[in-house]
């Protein structure tokens, strides 16, 4: 399926050089690309790549006679579709240029980027970045990041988790994404979010200072919170994990994006107890050990679980 979406972005950027192109063309291709998601990125990613590859090409060509000149897209339309035919679109999806960074289980990781921006990784977290003279990109696939951006009127810095398109107006604020649902938490400035799937179905969210949007398939929440609970939230940045009496289920859950040893609950009961407090994330022991001495829990430990029961 994936192959078969980079083949077809391939095509439609090999024909819209040509000079038959019309506005019928490019109101099929508008309609391709609304279908789905998956059809935009290929797209982007494609045309992005190939804008590169054209000023290369652009700056070879200067230097050839004026009768050798070859037309600069048509021979890049061929090598492109020649390379993929050869190699598989996944193979040359490979050799596109960007930037990858993840981390592990319990990571935590700061990386620079070339505009000034920087973006933290939390946790289990993998990010694909892009960033020319042109355009500045970030793919979140998985886990949560916190950028700070560098503001450029004439270079929006973009954010794309899921289904959703966060876009910079001057800020701070993070993204985390498990699944198709996106949590936004702005803890400076303003950010834009864009339903990419239904861009018409809603107006895009302009959420501002200490405002948390939770995002997933088609619904969308926006909700005010205070500046405690914006730092609570980014707890995670000074390495802590914050409740405020959620439920024992929740906060297990948290615990378990930071170890590799897991916490398991044993009744459903046990698991509303309400829990307060503050936590080291990769302490998961003296967690289990306060709730053994503050509720009388039982908790027995092996090497890769925690069971904690009545």
């Not at 009744?267 to 998961?284: C, K, Y």
Request: aromatic share 8%; hydrophobic share 40%; glycine share 6%.
């Amino acid at each position: 399926m994936t192959d078969d979406i980079e083949n077809r972005a391939a095509q439609w950027i090999a024909r819209e050089d040509r000079s038959s192109w019309s506005a019928a063309d490019q109101a099929v291709l508008d309609a391709w690309l609304e279908e789905s998601t998956l059809h935009r990125v290929a797209y982007l990613r494609l045309s992005s790549t190939w804008k590169r590859a054209d000023r290369l090409a652009a700056l070879r060509l200067a230097t050839l006679a004026v009768g050798e000149r070859p037309r600069r897209r048509s021979f890049l339309t061929a090598a492109c579709l020649v390379a993929a035919a050869i190699i598989g679109t996944s193979t040359l999806y490979a050799l596109w240029p960007r930037d990858v960074y993840e981390t592990a289980i319990g990571g935590h990781r700061t990386v620079d980027l070339a505009d000034g921006s920087t973006i933290e990784l939390n946790t289990d977290t993998r990010v694909r970045t892009l960033v020319t003279d042109t355009e500045r990109k970030v793919v979140l696939e998985q886990g949560e990041a916190y950028f700070q951006v560098k503001h450029d009127a004439f270079r929006p810095f973009v954010v794309l988790a899921g289904n959703r398109r966060i876009t910079d107006l001057g800020t701070k604020f993070s993204v985390r994404r498990d699944g198709d649902r996106v949590e936004v938490t702005v803890s400076e400035g303003r950010v834009r979010v864009d339903n990419i799937d239904r861009p018409n179905a809603a107006p895009p969210v302009l959420a501002r200072k200490d405002v948390q949007v939770l995002a997933s398939a088609n619904s969308t929440l926006v909700t005010e919170r205070t500046p405690t609970q914006i730092g609570d939230a980014l707890g995670w940045r000074k390495g802590i994990l914050i409740f405020h009496q959620e439920p024992l289920s929740e906060a297990v859950a948290e615990f378990n994006r930071y170890n590799a040893k897991k916490l398991v609950v044993v009744g459903a009961s046990l698991s509303q107890t309400r829990i307060g407090g503050s936590f080291e994330v990769s302490n998961v022991e003296a967690f289990a050990r306060l709730l053994r001495d503050g509720f009388g829990f039982k908790i027995e430990e092996t090497d890769s679980e925690i069971r904690i029961s009545e």
